[in-house]
């Protein structure tokens, strides 16, 4: 800490307070609910301390297209309102309370329990493929209650609890609320109610907030894995650029947003982070932003009852939050978290109270006219330097340990008054679509000295970045291009904050979701892949709108959802029923239903921008980690049947870039096998090495290359008998390479 306090630290040693909920060393129940309906996932604490989450193969990843993100330990707790610092000049309360270690700061802080409500429930979802039944995996939002009366507004999801300090007498109220429906699926509204409840007034009071992606877990980038050459230095951690657009006057919102930067350890241009294993497919092209939609320009007696959306005593403040900055929370402040010693109310407290009222870096604030009051720092990404890093408080090259921050205060906190900051936290850029796109024409471009990638800005040099942004050293014309359409997710940023206000002021009465099926089951047969559901809820709402069926072939993070089945308002039955005849025997598909609802062109509780718009199902419900293979049709000539691959050959490129020689994942195939048929696969030496039993609707079905004990088999020729009851007999050779 001593290296970021420098001569414009206070003289005045002031006694200070500095509440955290962070600082709470504390064992976290089970029933602690999970943010889990949208894109952004995290935990909610019920203590206010660090949320520690892991994400498996089984959900996170599931949606690799869907762009989901995962906020883990200290990102869960910043993401979703875990981490509150309040700092006050004058409290000279009991410091042990404060300490992390302390007792009763684990036990005693929960005032009002935490609830978790959502709006819908998870469907019955079966899945019926090679004469096997399974039922997947469901959404765990720990202890849920599904009660759409309970959640606040239109929101999908509602975690409501009140945490007490100073043994109550300082209390946070947190309502976390999400949506799922794609305009709003990409962010969570953090609503944050402070009440003085001691018989003190409180003076100099700063409320301080931060969102960093430290731990941070992205559903994209793990099947196929990142190669270590496309991988970024220094344990991986991507290199970001800040950006706070909010400090002039001018400015229309108030939002800090991070981004991708290069890698200044490895020649070239990496922003993006394309992978060039990949065919130069983007991988980090979105941003992480925070932003504040209201702020109490002064603590205030709470109305015994109102109907707006806020209380008539409660003003919003444009020029607060009144410090903006990002550091190294970890490196550069001295938290308990990593062992070291605290002491609220000693020189320690001071130094968090010189950094939280913005009076430790003020060399670096933003200076000017048109500057709005208070300390905020100049953008990482307005320097003129091209690449991040090297400023007080921040690494040598800034990447996610670094922290957007945003300080509200100085107020004066009357007893039996409240304070009210409302933040909205999420994720928007460019689409996965167009990253893909864009990536693929920038290596070709590269590599092949083609001119197949536009420019997205032509009449503007630097994109949307700001005046002073520099390019990465050595950037080519072709990198250039790359990089500016990456910056056009700055609009997508805007645009998601701008909807998140709305949505707040609107009472959160962004247009309800529609809800999705509550029954699904998706069978293989050789006919094809028949999905059957039901969702009469859908059906009764006034603008329901039909359905639509979303596929995919196939579990790589680069395959796509796409629509193979969309109806209309007519589309009303007790049972629906679709069978899909355009399938790949052998292959994997993966399906989820959507309802649809319209969006009125003058619903005044929707944002100009989706007004006239449909809405679909949230698709997070649906876990569809049970993949459905596509069967082949039931064979009736035992000359036709095949065997594919044949020869296996472990070393074919093809084989390999679609996991067929991964050990989990081998396979040989059988197609236009009889409905009942005896495979044995024999060693050229007449071993018997497996034998299969094959009876279901389909012709098709498949070998995983071991032998009866589990064991892999060697390079060689086998021999394959194929016989039916009725003793029909076939026999084909297969060979395996090594």
């Known amino acids: 800490m001593n290296k970021i306090i420098n001569s414009h630290r206070m003289n005045i040693i002031r006694v200070t307070l500095f509440i955290a909920l962070f600082f709470a060393n504390s064992i976290y129940s089970q029933s602690d609910p999970y943010i889990r309906v949208n894109r952004l996932w995290g935990g909610v604490s019920s203590d206010g301390g660090n949320k520690g989450i892991t994400y498996g193969s089984s959900n996170l990843n599931l949606f690799a297209d869907y762009g989901a993100f995962g906020a883990r330990f200290q990102g869960g707790e910043s993401y979703f309102g875990g981490f509150v610092a309040i700092g006050t000049d004058n409290w000279n309360g009991k410091p042990a309370m404060f300490s992390p270690i302390a007792k009763d700061q684990q036990a005693g802080n929960i005032v009002t329990p935490i609830v978790n409500y959502t709006r819908y429930a998870n469907p019955n979802y079966t899945v019926i493929s090679q004469g096997k039944t399974t039922t997947p995996s469901k959404n765990d939002l720990g202890s849920v209650t599904v009660d759409p009366s309970k959640c606040i507004g239109t929101s999908d999801q509602t975690v409501v609890v009140t945490n007490g300090y100073v043994t109550p007498n300082l209390q946070v109220q947190r309502k976390v609320l999400a949506w799922t429906q794609q305009y709003h699926d990409n962010y969570s509204i953090i609503d944050l109610t402070f009440t003085n409840k001691s018989s003190k007034t409180l003076t100099g009071v700063y409320i301080f907030l931060h969102d960093g992606e430290y731990q941070f877990q992205r559903a994209d980038g793990t099947n196929p894995s990142v190669a270590a050459v496309d991988q970024y230095s220094n344990n991986n951690a991507p290199r970001k650029w800040f950006h706070y657009y909010g400090a002039k006057k001018t400015d229309s919102l108030r939002v800090y947003y991070n981004y991708s930067s290069d890698d200044p350890e490895v020649a070239g241009d990496r922003m993006g982070q394309p992978l060039t294993q990949q065919y130069g497919r983007l991988l980090d092209y979105t941003y992480s932003f925070m932003a504040t939609i209201h702020a109490s320009e002064k603590p205030y007696t709470p109305t015994a009852s109102y109907t707006t959306p806020i209380d008539p005593n409660d003003k919003d403040d444009m020029d607060q939050p009144r410090v903006t900055t990002v550091a190294n929370m970890q490196n550069n402040l001295n938290l308990p978290l990593l062992g070291k010693t605290y002491d609220p109310v000693g020189s320690d407290g001071a130094s968090y109270y010189n950094y939280i009222s913005g009076l430790t870096l003020q060399s670096e604030d933003l200076t000017g006219a048109d500057i709005r009051p208070g300390h905020h720092r100049k953008d990482i990404d307005d320097l003129g330097k091209n690449a991040p890093g090297g400023e007080n408080g921040i690494g040598a090259q800034a990447n996610t340990f ?19 900051i409302v933040k909205v936290t999420g994720i928007a850029g460019i689409s996965r679509e167009k990253a893909i796109e864009v990536g693929k024409k920038w290596y070709n471009d590269s590599k092949f000295g083609t001119n197949t990638l536009d420019d997205p800005m032509p009449n503007s040099p630097k994109g949307s970045f700001p005046t002073n942004f520099a390019f990465p050293t050595g950037a080519t014309t072709n990198d250039i291009k790359k990089d500016k359409w990456i910056s056009t997710g700055i609009d997508s940023v805007l645009l998601s904050v701008s909807r998140a206000k709305y949505n707040f002021k609107t009472g959160y009465k962004a247009p309800v979701t529609p809800p999705p099926p509550t029954d699904l089951s998706v069978t293989g047969t050789g006919a094809g892949i028949t999905l059957q559901w039901s969702d009469a809820a859908a059906e009764a709402m006034s603008n329901f709108a039909g359905y639509r069926i979303m596929k995919k072939i196939g579990d790589r993070d680069t395959t796509y959802y796409q629509e193979i089945y969309r109806s209309n308002s007519s589309d009303k ?7 899909d005849t355009k399938v790949r025997v ?3 598909h993966y399906y989820y239903v959507q309802a649809a609802a319209n969006i009125s062109s003058t619903d005044p509780n929707a944002h100009p921008s989706e007004r006239g718009k449909t809405i679909f199902s949230g698709r997070v419900f649906f876990y569809n980690n049970t993949a459905v293979t596509g069967e082949g049709k039931v064979g009736g000539d035992m000359d036709k049947i095949a065997i594919v691959p044949n020869p296996f050959n472990y070393n074919d490129p093809l084989l390999r870039g679609y996991g067929y ?13 009889p409905k009942t048929v005896t495979i044995k696969i024999f060693t050229e030496y007449g071993d018997l090495v497996r034998t299969i039993d094959h009876n279901q609707d389909s012709g098709f079905d498949k070998w995983n290359m071991t032998n009866e004990a589990g064991q892999t088999v060697s390079s060689g020729i086998y021999i394959v008998v194929f016989q039916t009851p009725d003793g029909g007999v076939s026999i084909q050779k297969l060979v395996v390479v090594r």
């Open 402 to 420: 670094e922290s957007m921050m945003m300080s509200y205060g100085p107020y004066t906190f009357a007893p039996g008054q409240q304070i009210r």
């Open 573 to 579: 039955a007790a049972t629906h029923t679709f069978t």
């Open 586 to 588: 052998g292959s994997t």
């Open 661 to 673: 020689t991964n050990p989990t994942n081998l396979q040989i195939s059988f197609f236009e096998l």
